[in-house]
């Protein structure tokens, strides 16, 4: 069982902020929230990941609720290309097994 | 550098049949995992495997299924006698525990369709 609840899709427009939420409300203490993406036909691409404190990379910033039972992520300027389906996975790292539920497919229109 | 690379990308075998699917995992990386994606679902973990120890078996599907992994690189996911239920995605990734989150770099995936 996936231990992440996402919406199943989202639209957003293009130049736009993203904001992609995720519940994980019986996440662990030593579990990190990821994230990734998968482009249609390509492998999921990984883009951020946080424990407790907010995170910001090249690609997106990753907001965690201080109770760490949601958070959110964010493109800031979305594109046409980040067209794809987003993944939000909590685990341990290191965990062999990191379970993907269905994530959230972002559409971004022009 | 080159990432984790997948062959074949497709394949279309008869029902029955048994296949094979190649993983090369980046070079270095001592993880390496297989996943498989059915049309429009998330990822299924199928096995892993770390260095010289024992892989993780638990996601497999049924004793069709087999991986191994040669030399502590390439790895093989074979599945005999395949059943029209086997068809999806197959990914592989590789990840190397000299990442403090132990990052997975995923291939493009080889597509299964059994007829």
């Known amino acids: 069982d996936a231990k992440t609840t996402q919406p199943p899709s989202m639209d957003c427009a293009e130049g736009r902020a993203a904001n992609l939420p995720c519940n994980h409300s019986t996440i662990s203490g030593n579990e990190y929230v990821y994230w990734y993406r998968q482009i249609h036909s390509q492998g999921p691409q990984y883009i951020i990941h946080?424990?407790?404190n907010n995170e910001t990379n090249e690609m997106a910033s990753l907001i965690i609720t201080e109770d760490r039972k949601s958070s959110t992520l964010i493109l800031p300027h979305a594109t046409l290309r980040d067209t794809a389906v987003y993944y939000c996975?909590?685990?341990?790292?290191?965990?062999?097994?990191?379970?993907f539920g269905a994530g959230t497919r972002l559409t971004v229109k022009p | 550098g080159a990432g984790v690379s997948q062959s074949p990308s497709n394949k279309v075998t008869e029902k029955g049949k048994d296949v094979e699917l190649r993983c090369d995992p980046i070079s270095g990386h001592t993880a390496l995992y297989w996943y498989r994606q059915s049309l429009g679902q998330g990822l299924e973990f199928l096995i892993y495997?770390?260095?010289?120890?024992?892989?993780?078996k638990s996601g497999l599907p049924s004793d069709r299924f087999s991986a191994e992994r040669t030399g502590g690189s390439v790895s093989t996911l074979t599945i005999q006698r395949t059943q029209q239920e086997d068809s999806a995605v197959y990914l592989c990734?590789?990840?190397?525990?000299?990442?403090?989150?132990?990052?997975?770099?995923f291939g493009p995936g080889t597509r299964l369709t059994v007829l």
């Open positions: 990734a590789s990840s190397s525990l000299a990442y403090s989150y132990n990052e997975q770099f």
């Open positions: 946080g424990l407790k």
């Open positions: 996975i909590v685990r341990v790292p290191g965990d062999n097994d990191m379970r």
């Open positions: 495997f770390q260095g010289n120890s024992a892989p993780d």
